[in-house]
């Protein structure tokens, strides 16, 4: 992912977001707050030409040294474009770059009526390992109000980390 790809990653984002299922998130931040937030080495998109169909990039979960081995994915793909199995390449190579880059384990937190996510995760080794209930309150479209469960999902590298 380079910058000038912002708009576009930006757009597909607020795709998800309109769903109601994608994430507690209200609206796509600026730039800078995105940026700030995700490790930089660990962006990727899916093109066609000059157009993105996906992204996926990851958070740090803590900054302390013990997790540096620990990091939270995101992954959007463009709605025109679901379904065609983009999502699994896209996680396919973010899982090879984090466990070249020695990140052990991925995680995410993705809302029980999300059934595709669900399910591409559960495609590449993926386990649920919990449901938080109730976690948040939705704050937009027809769901505001809503209290929502997420179903905590992780994958352990049978590459690296643990002995």
Request: glycine share 10%.
């Amino acid at each position: 992912m380079k910058p000038e790809d912002w708009e576009q990653v930006r757009s597909i984002y607020r795709e998800g977001i309109s769903t109601g299922n994608s994430t507690f998130e209200a609206d796509v931040p600026d730039w800078d707050k995105w940026n700030s937030a995700h490790l930089s080495e660990h962006r990727l998109v899916v093109r066609a030409g000059n157009s993105v169909l996906a992204w996926a990039a990851l958070s740090p979960v803590s900054t302390r040294c013990v997790y540096s081995g620990v990091a939270e994915l995101s992954l959007y793909v463009a709605a025109e474009h679901r379904g065609r199995g983009i999502g699994s390449v896209l996680l396919e190579a973010i899982i090879s770059s984090t466990e070249k880059a020695g990140i052990w384990t991925l995680q995410g937190g993705i809302f029980p009526e999300n059934a595709p996510s669900l399910r591409l995760v559960g495609k590449h080794g993926f386990k649920q390992i919990g449901r938080r209930e109730k976690m948040g309150k939705m704050t937009y479209g027809e769901l505001a109000g809503t209290w929502r469960d997420v179903i905590l999902v992780e994958r352990r590298s049978i590459v690296i980390g643990i002995d």
